[in-house]
């Protein structure tokens, strides 16, 4: 796909991320937005996956697990604009008896998630099991993961990082959301994640590094990720994005995490994002 | 009475792994994965026949329950193995999120349970997982009595599509159920008839109960003893017919008063047929060190404390 029509299917994302937040007047739009590119190209360009015949299993199928379920309308939107639900579905989320719950389920069977998130650290965990399965069914596919940076914080990812490496599981790409913010205000404050490359290179992992919002830097990381599979290391990416990228007045701002704008403020939103496929 | 002949003597983890390692032959799917306690678990006959299917996650649970939830993904059936404690506490929410609520095809398999876990003392004895667990929506929880039944129940439980918590034990107790039983998850064991009182127990408390039960008949009081070795589904139907012939019931379960099999059974009694009930069970107390037998004494879980809560229903009756 043109680079233009991905970033085409971005604003339409964003709008919906913004239009679903502001419509159950609650959910989490600044990682959302940060992360809108980022999915859009992975679900619209490189993974090989099947929107139209959803499957639990996914075998012979890319898999992704979102591991910071709490950016969850973006992760609706791009699911439901791939194909796995109707568009329209998206006016239902985090409303009572809707299968678009708050943080992404497998409770009421909506197509596209396959594990639980929400309480952090889980996911790195969840997507090295799925990997594992995978060699052993000798399926030759990829897992993906992503996880807000906020989120390294928990012991579980580096329980998990340690395994990965010491057990060789090579058909893992994780990318970390590094917008440098989390609900109490910067990581950098609220605890330091140091020397994240040099940690994830100490723990025995291949590192890269990528612009999040470069449509070419997408391309070109995500790319030399795959060719960087089956070699014996897990791969992770460290993605810079801004939190709430695409809206001006939430752009780099903690503030924004998980407040849903009201009606002012969406509308001011919208005019910032332009109506490409149609909103929902 | 039913006579009850011992078998032999084992330990009910060593039947957790020859379970294991049958059904690994039986079902391709089947893989396992252990936090650093392969030994403890006797899961090493599994790891040397099936080395591609074992996963050793070291010291480092959270992890592994959260990769035996992802390994599902893709058709395989895992069995985590570590102590009870680390199996539940220590991964509660792990078990919530990736296992519960997304109703993976997890088995957790936990050994070391309860006060018999002995010399280590309270850090490992846990007596609150069967409440965790069954407070748990899509888990099953179960609590096998002897070496066969842990062995039959290990097996049985791979061809139950969803979340299973199994839970046994260290010592070397008697061996009373027969090898070639059926175990049926959710249908309890009528181990011995009577009509003066219903025994429910599970896990080490059910030889007791048979002792106990003996040692009653000598004393001219008929004692109906159930080993209710599935907590949940309770098999409700089996305790309305035997209490509703008997009028009152003893619990017995090597684990917290709170939360445990007698709370499940008094939710039961309650709803359709409130009557007498007497507890056996550590009454809001952590453990300490000691051997196995002598902390069953101490904390009031042994034979005596049956035949004396019996005694004591049937003067509520």
Known sequence: MEIQQLQAIASQVRRDIVRMVSGANSGHPGGSLGCADFLTVLYFEMMKHNPDHFSMDGKDEDLFFLSNGH?????????????????????????????????????????GVRMASGSLG??????????????????????YTLHGDGELQEGQIWEAAMYAAANKVDNLIATIDYNGRQIDGDVEDVLSLGDLSGKWQAFGWEVLEMDGHSYPDLFETLNKAKTMTGNGKPIVIIMKTEMGQGVDYMVGSHKWHGVAPNVEQLQEALIQLEETLGDY | MKQFEILGKKDTRSGFGEGLLEIGRQNPDVVALCADLTGSLKMDAFLKEFPDRFFQAGIAEANMIGMA????IGGKIPYTGTFANFSTGRVYDQIRQSVAYSQKNVKICASHAGLTLGE????????????????????????PCDFNQTKQATMAIADHKGPVYLRF?????????????KFTIGKADILIEGTDVTIIACGHLVWKSIEAAQQLAEQG????????????????????DSVGKTKCVVTAEEHMLNGGLGDAVAQVLSRHMPLPQEYVGVNDTFGESGTPDELMVKYGLDTPNIVEAVKKVLKRK
Request: hydrophobic share 45%; aromatic share 4%; proline share 7%.
């Open chain 2, 69 to 72: 939830a992802g390994m599902t």
């Open chain 1, 71 to 111: 950016i969850s309308p973006v992760w609706y939107s791009v699911l439901a604009r791939a194909g796995y639900f109707p568009i329209d579905e998206l006016s239902t989320f985090r409303k009572l008896n809707a299968r678009l719950q708050g943080h992404p389920s497998t409770d009421k069977k909506i197509p």
């Open chain 2, 120 to 143: 280590d003392g309270a850090t490992h004895q846990i007596l609150e997982d069967i409440g965790m667990m069954r407070m748990l929506p899509h888990m099953t929880v179960i609590v």
């Open chain 2, 221 to 240: 009081i008929s004692a109906e003893v159930i080993n209710m070795h599935t907590i949940k589904p309770l098999d409700e139907k089996a305790i309305l």
């Open chain 2, 169 to 181: 034990g260290r010592p070397v107790v008697p061996i009373f159920i027969q090898p070639d039983a």
């Open chain 1, 122 to 143: 889980q996911g790195l965990s969840n997507a090295i099991g799925a990997a594992l399965t995978k060699k052993l069914n000798n399926d030759n596919r990829t897992v």
